[in-house]
């Protein structure tokens, strides 16, 4: 089984930082793709950004040049640099994987994280 847990969200003011982490835990052999999607109010969850083992990021265009996503591969640890936030970027932050828990596993396991709240004010 495989935990990831997320910290680091807050309440902030429209231009400030917060920085979120996730940090994988249990039966794993391997990640593929970490990274963090977000759902705010009455909207359908998004991509907010994701990064694979060797390095390719993904980004949504909405974040790009404010957000930055970095991974340690060997903590199994990913975290997202937030900065200048937009009341709009106001959601709860779902950090994800891609899991292969053992070498001999066929399928990648998608896993989700609790969700943290950031919220941003104007």
């Known amino acids: 089984q495989v935990q990831l847990v997320e910290s680091g969200g807050g309440l902030v003011q429209a231009g400030e930082s917060l920085r979120l982490s996730c940090a994988a835990s249990?039966?794993?052999?391997?990640?593929?793709?970490m990274g963090w999607y977000r759902q705010a109010p009455g909207k359908q969850r998004e991509l907010v950004a994701a990064?694979?083992?060797?390095?390719?990021?993904n980004y949504a265009d909405s974040v790009k040049g404010r957000f930055t996503i970095s991974r340690d591969n060997t903590k199994n640890t990913v975290s997202l640099q937030m900065n200048k936030l937009k009341p709009e970027d106001t959601a709860i932050y779902y950090c994800?994987?891609?899991?292969?828990?053992?070498?001999?596993?066929?399928?990648?396991?998608?896993?989700w994280g609790q969700g943290t709240l950031v919220t941003v004010s104007s």
């Open positions: 994800n994987a891609h899991v292969k828990p053992r070498s001999n596993t066929l399928k990648n396991l998608e896993v």
């Open positions: 990064m694979t083992n060797s390095g390719n990021t």
């Open positions: 249990g039966t794993i052999f391997s990640i593929f793709v």
